[in-house]
């Protein structure tokens, strides 16, 4: 049996909002990606998950939804969604839309209909409970967003409490209803009709809660999601997302603790799953060995791993990875070595829109952000150009862009990496091309070598093609005995030249070498 095309592929990040924006209203918007569909085909990525573009009042950036078949008409149209699918495919790029399940806009017709009397159709679509007996909230359970808030808000119209995961915007759905069930899933197969490729799932593990709402208590498991319950709803997901030949399930576990992440991968569930136990690894060569190897331990030999630095929510890696006192130097080098190690490791790479320029954070002034939560600065628009030629939209947007552009635009762009054999862009663009050559990089087999502290060291292997993977996470050189036959050097984060054994890694630098059998 062939591999599923989405093991072997690399799948990119584009939040709408801040990616390209065609109108000049300073928002991101569908035909800006179409127009930049020759950019991400020529970067070497296979598919691309696009954040919620539907209609929205905006509150959580999209992801308050109060149309799913909608398009907003700060993204474009239905129209424009169509074309953008079609373009894709025309460009050899596949597309995954975002698709929110657990819960809605407090705008959507639902949850209006359903707040506007206690028998309303759609009233329990949603969860409303009475107060407590002490006249607070039903229960103990927290919101996501604002931290530190109750997950209920009392509505006065009709006197009950209503829950919510994230804001109170944010509605949860009851997917204990099986008409709830019935109407997500009816999103969900609009979209795969109109020929996408793909979803990704978001909060997905928040589908299942305590049917019978009892407080969270501290130190217990959480009450308030990863319900078992949840497991049979996703079948139902997985089941419809089957009917579709080759489209892929893709699910945000937002969990820290992979066993709670690899049931999602059951072969009747999801195919791959947002590892965010991966993702806030810190930059300590041993603490990802440990993360790389539990997962593959504990995943049966059909549940195939996914990897990502960067998206969204999360802080950019660069400065996620880097120390108070780094220079700019410094932080590139630990960047370099976060694509190198992203895009060599066995599993499917997930990439950000921007990670591959190398972006950090951008630092916003005192006052300027959108986010209540504290999201702005990884999501600050996508610099195409620098600013002293394109003007302060850095080929962003011809209007005032929404969230001002970073500071290293005049850098780190795509126009001026892409001039410069030595960028981050190149580096990705080199790695992305290796991954695609090289059947061991995508299907092989990944065994780690014992290496000095601070030192990855792994070799992928398929057939007779064998790479190895040296990754120096030391700020002091480090020399590594392979012991390994003859080695070709194929890419290098730096300029490390290296040849015979013992192998000399500079700081902060990784290498990719063919083994060459002797
Ligand atoms: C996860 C999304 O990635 C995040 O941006 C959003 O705020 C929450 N889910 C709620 O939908
Ligand atoms: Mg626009």
Redesign the pocket.
């Known amino acids: 049996m062939s591999r599923p095309w989405w093991q072997d592929a690399v799948i990119y990040q584009i939040y709408p909002r801040s990616f390209a ?9 569908l035909p ?1 990606i179409i127009e930049r569909l020759p950019y991400l085909r020529s970067l070497g990525v296979d598919a691309l998950w696009i954040s919620p573009f539907f209609r929205s009042p905006m509150v959580d950036f999209g992801y308050d939804i109060s149309d799913h078949t909608a398009v907003d008409p ?1 993204f474009g149209t239905d129209a424009d969604a169509q074309a953008l699918i079609d373009a894709a495919h025309a460009h050899g790029l596949r597309i995954l839309v975002d698709i929110v399940l657990p819960h809605t806009s407090d705008q959507h017709p639902w949850f209006r209909d359903a707040a506007a009397c206690r028998d309303a159709p759609t009233r329990d679509f949603y969860v409303w409970r009475d107060g407590h007996l002490d006249g607070g909230p039903p229960n103990n359970w927290a919101a996501g967003f604002p931290a530190g808030t109750s997950a209920w808000t009392w509505h006065a119209g009709t006197a009950q409490w209503y829950l919510h995961s994230h804001l109170p915007q944010e509605p949860d759905l009851d997917w204990s209803n099986p008409a709830v069930r019935a109407a997500q899933l009816d999103v969900v197969r609009f979209w795969l009709d109109r020929g996408v490729d793909g979803v990704r799932l978001d909060s997905i593990n928040r589908l299942g809660k305590d049917p019978a709402y009892r407080d969270n208590v501290a130190g217990e498991r959480s009450r308030q999601q990863d319900w078992p319950t949840l497991h049979a709803y996703l079948r139902e997901v997985r089941a419809l997302v089957d009917r579709y030949p080759d489209a892929v399930a893709v699910g945000e576990v937002w969990e820290f603790d992979q066993r709670r992440i690899v049931p999602y991968l059951a072969p009747d569930e999801l195919h791959l799953a947002h590892n965010f136990v991966f993702a806030r690894s810190r930059f300590d060569a041993a603490e990802i060995r440990r993360t790389v190897e539990e997962f593959t331990g504990m995943a049966g030999p059909g549940t195939w791993p996914a990897w990502f630095l960067g998206n969204h929510d999360e802080p950019r890696r660069v400065t996620r990875w880097s120390a108070p006192r780094d220079d700019d130097e410094t932080r590139e080098a630990r960047g370099r070595l976060a694509a190198m190690l992203l895009l060599t490791l066995r599993g499917t790479p997930f990439l950000y829109q921007g990670e591959e320029l190398g972006l950090p954070d951008t630092e916003l002034p005192e006052g300027v952000g959108e986010d209540g939560n504290g999201r702005d600065p990884q999501r600050t628009p996508m610099p195409w150009a620098p600013p002293s030629t394109a003007g302060p939209g850095a080929g962003f ?1 011809t209007g005032e862009p929404w969230l001002p552009v970073g500071g290293t635009a005049e850098r780190l762009n795509v126009t001026t990496e892409l001039q410069d054999p030595g960028s981050v862009l190149a580096l990705y663009r080199t790695l992305l091309a290796l991954r695609r050559a090289r059947p061991s990089l995508r299907a092989g087999s990944q065994a780690f070598l014992d290496a000095p502290p601070d030192v990855l060291a792994y070799v992928r292997a398929d057939g007779g093609e064998r790479t190895l993977v040296i990754l120096n996470f030391a700020a002091t050189t480090r020399r590594i005995d392979i012991g390994t036959p003859a080695l070709l050097l194929l890419v290098s984060t730096g300029d490390a030249a290296c040849s015979g054994s013992p192998i000399v890694m500079g700081p902060f630098s990784g290498v990719v070498l063919e083994a060459v059998a002797s």
């Open positions: 924006d065609s109108d000049g209203d300073g928002i991101g918007d800006g700060i947007t």
